[in-house]
């Protein structure tokens, strides 16, 4: 099961040739990734700030197809590929008229109110585990 946002590529996201500038592409997928918690994990960004719990990206690698430009809408797409004890690895692709545009492949580590890493709590890892990718 994956999840699926689209993002339209903004002035702020251009440099100045009007392609997008690599660092926006992470904004991109840290909103996707946000929105996934909040609507699908249930437990926002929000929520875990407040509760001094967080899921920062400890890795991410990321293949650039092609450029997208001011203007271009990106669907996004987020498919969990692995659960571990204390991390989650996601890979998102984003794609404008069908054409891959970017793979990137990010883990996420779930950290504790002291700032360590820690086991995911039952009910989140659940989730997780019901959008593991098939193949994964």
């Known amino acids: 099961m994956s999840y699926a946002r689209s993002i339209r590529v903004e002035f702020n ?4 040739a009007g392609i997008v500038f690599y660092p926006r592409y992470f904004e991109m ?3 996707v990734c946000e929105n996934f918690f909040r609507e699908v994990v249930g437990y926002s960004y929000h929520a875990m700030m407040a509760d001094g719990i967080g899921v920062p990206t400890a890795r991410v690698e990321t293949d650039f197809r092609a450029p997208s430009r001011l203007g271009d809408v990106l669907d996004w797409v987020l498919v969990v590929e692995r659960v571990g004890g204390s991390s989650v ?9 069908e054409a891959l545009r970017l793979v990137a492949r990010l883990v996420l ?3 504790s109110p ?4 820690a086991r995911w709590p039952d ?9 593991l990718e098939e193949s994964a």
């Open 29 to 31: 997928t840290n909103s």
């Open 89 to 97: 690895g996601v890979r998102l692709e984003a794609r404008c008229d």
């Open 109 to 111: 580590v779930w950290m």
């Open 114 to 117: 002291e700032g360590r890493p």
């Open 13 to 16: 996201h251009c440099d100045p």
């Open 123 to 131: 009910r989140i890892r659940a989730v997780l585990a019901a959008h």
